[in-house]
């Protein structure tokens, strides 16, 4: 299958590298795909819509930069490293339809009972909002060396990948 641009949120934390190696696994070989990593943060917020705005850029302009350190990218591929301020689950879909992505790859943190209920789960309204196929994994997928990800080409669109 081949892919333009596949987005892969990230939350900066240890999981997310297993995300990015399973979607950069993906689009291994194909010249012109591109890898877009993206962070979502909550919106600054200032008493004053001047300052708010400054503080915005420059907490963006430094979010950017630990997310290039966090997750650098190799010689010769197409990494874009993109921060996004809001709803993490907004933002993403967002982000993916405006892009105009072909596959969004990301993790689940596998919450269940009432922490789901009290935090939500942004892995399943990603799932349900986002313009194109998603691709749900849990931390320890792609490390498990029995597991294997196939992508059959006549999928409309991607769910969980159950361990």
């Known amino acids: 299958m081949q892919f333009r ?3 892969c949120p ?7 590298r297993e995300a990015i190696q399973l979607a ?13 990593l993206l962070h979502v943060t909550a919106p600054a917020v200032s008493a004053v819509g001047g300052l708010a705005m400054a503080t915005a850029d420059v907490q963006t302009e430094l979010d950017r930069r630990s ?4 997750f650098p990218a190799s010689p010769g ?10 709803s993490p689950a907004d933002a993403i879909c967002r982000f993916a339809a405006d892009e105009h992505c072909d596959l969004v790859v990301m ?6 009972g009432l922490t789901r209920i009290i935090m939500g789960s942004v892995a ?28 059959p080409a006549s999928l409309s669109r ?3 990948v159950r361990s």
Request: hydrophobic residues 35%.
């Open 5 to 7: 641009r596949v987005l």
């Open 124 to 151: 399943e309204e990603v799932l349900r909002h986002a313009p194109c196929p998603v691709l749900l994994m849990r931390p320890g997928t792609v490390s498990h060396p029995a597991r294997t990800v196939s992508v």
């Open 24 to 36: 950069k696994g993906l689009i291994e070989g194909q010249s012109l795909a591109e890898l877009i």
């Open 67 to 70: 997310l290039q350190e966090a």
């Open 10 to 16: 990230v939350d900066l934390s240890e999981s997310s």
């Open 77 to 86: 591929s197409r990494v874009r490293h993109e921060v996004r301020r809001g």
């Open 158 to 160: 991607l769910s969980r």
């Open 107 to 112: 993790m689940t943190h596998g919450r269940t």
